[in-house]
């Protein structure tokens, strides 16, 4: 009985999800990814302020900046 409880759980989660990404299709294609382009290239012509590395354990490590958030640097191992 949880099991099914949690599938449900789960499954209402993820329709909630791709409902939310099916709304915001446009408005991130048009208005908030080109935004998003044009302040991280902005905040490069200022200089990135480089963030701590980061391990994702599986092969991957990157920094950050702190500002923007554009990914600087990605190494794998």
Not at 18 to 43: G, H, S
Not at 62 to 68: D, E, Q, S, V
Request: glycine share 6%; net charge negative; proline share 1%.
């Amino acid at each position: 009985m949880n099991d099914d409880i949690f599938g449900r759980s789960i499954q209402i989660d993820k329709d909630r999800r791709n409902k939310i990404e099916e709304l915001m299709e446009e408005y991130d294609r048009t208005v908030y990814f080109p935004a998003l382009e044009k302040l991280r290239k902005d905040c490069e012509k200022e200089g990135h302020e480089e963030g701590e590395w980061k391990n994702n354990g599986i092969k991957h490590c990157w920094r950050n900046c702190t500002i923007c958030g554009a990914e600087l640097d990605r190494e794998e191992y």
